[in-house]
């Protein structure tokens, strides 16, 4: 149907990720912290609070991601919530302090929370090494940084790759560097670049493709507002999912805007684990839970009074509920046959009464 999706997993630490095994949920916090240590810290403990399985940083500063110019090419175009901003500005004021980061991710840790990164420059990657993250995410923008993939390929440790925007040949080249710098693990999310993302563009069905294309395991990064697209994605075969988290979108702040709240996020994890349980496997028959409804099917009852000899009739027998008689299909061959012995009304019938 969508390939085989069984042999596909990556371990980051001592979790294992890949189809057969619960989502992987991870809180994007980004920006949503407001360069507010403690307002960093409340995230992480509400992140657990919620159900995050991670939290995800981002390493960058405006200085590692851009320059400050105001040239036009620095300019943000409209189109996006950030219209109107200057790239410089706007990294300065979205980027996590990096002196925050290995004590976050000591407390995700201590929450029994994974904690890790996106890093944008190998300076980034050479930080995180000293923090010993267990895993590396490479943003969509980045998946065209061939040596910034290879730097962090060659840290040997999992990678999760978002491929918004990217073509295949792309993302094929994206898993080519990764794979020749040293990372075996790799898994891929359908991501769309767009902050909101509109639902209708989400093309999920890309999930299972990419699973079997690149013999890794695939999941979502979800820029879409709702819950209801990363419920969608695990029927799809998604394995991880990744959305930006707020303590509230009524601060304002980069990245507010398509971030959900504590208990939207938590309603999230709930649905995807419920998601989890109905896709169960392929099955016909009762199952152990319809056992008691069993016994309302249809079936062959004697519906009046019929006396030794008498022929039984349309009049005289029908498929009735409940189910404790002879199965509706032997209809045909009841009918014009005669009664064995008297059968009293309501009496499921059996071939022993059958002459």
């Known amino acids: 149907m969508y390939g085989d999706l069984t042999s596909h997993s990556i371990k980051i ?21 407001n360069q507010d240590f403690h307002q960093a810290v409340k995230l992480v403990h509400a992140a657990a609070e919620a159900g995050a399985d ?91 940084d061939t040596p910034l993939l290879e730097k962090i390929g060659a840290t040997g440790k999992p990678a999760i790759v978002s491929t918004g925007m990217a073509s295949l040949a792309e993302v094929s080249d994206a898993v080519d560097t990764l794979r020749r710098a040293g990372t075996p693990e790799i898994a891929l999310l359908k991501c769309v670049s767009a902050y909101p993302a509109p639902p209708e563009a989400m093309n999920l069905r890309t999930i299972p493709h990419l699973a079997e294309a690149f013999s890794v395991t695939a999941g979502l990064s979800d820029h879409t507002l709702g819950i209801a697209v990363p419920v969608a994605s695990v029927a799809l075969g998604a394995t991880i999912i990744e959305k930006h988290f707020t303590l509230s979108r009524d601060v304002p702040g980069p990245d507010s805007q398509f971030s959900l709240e504590p208990y939207e996020f938590r309603d999230m994890v709930k649905a995807v684990r419920v998601a989890e349980s109905v896709l169960g496997k392929v099955q016909y028959g009762v199952g152990e839970s319809e056992q008691q409804s069993r016994a309302f099917r249809r079936s062959l009852f004697v519906v009046q009074d019929v006396k030794k000899g008498e022929e039984l009739n349309q009049e005289n027998v029908r498929s009735i509920r409940p189910g404790h008689g002879m199965a509706p299909r032997y209809l045909p061959d009841v009918i014009g046959r005669v009664a064995g012995t008297d059968i009293p009304r309501g009496t499921p019938l059996d071939w022993r009464d059958v002459a």
């Not at 001592?14 to 920006?31: C, M, N, V």
């Not at 950030?82 to 407390?107: C, F, H, S, V």
Request: charged share 20%; proline share 4%; net charge negative.
């Open 13 to 33: 630490g001592e979790r294992k990720i890949g189809p057969g095994q619960s989502t992987y949920i991870i809180a994007e916090l980004s920006a949503n912290h």
């Open 54 to 144: 991670a939290v995800k940083l981002q390493t960058y500063t405006a200085d590692t991601l851009t320059i400050d110019c105001d040239r036009d090419y620095f300019q943000i175009g409209q189109g996006t919530i950030w219209a109107g901003r200057n790239l410089y500005d706007l990294y300065g004021e979205a980027y996590t302090p990096w002196e925050w980061q290995p004590r976050i991710k000591a407390l995700a840790e201590e929450l029994g929370m994974q904690c890790f990164s996106s890093p944008f420059d190998a300076t980034a990657v050479d930080f995180l090494e000293e923090m010993d993250v267990p895993a590396y995410k490479v943003a969509s923008f980045e998946i065209v």
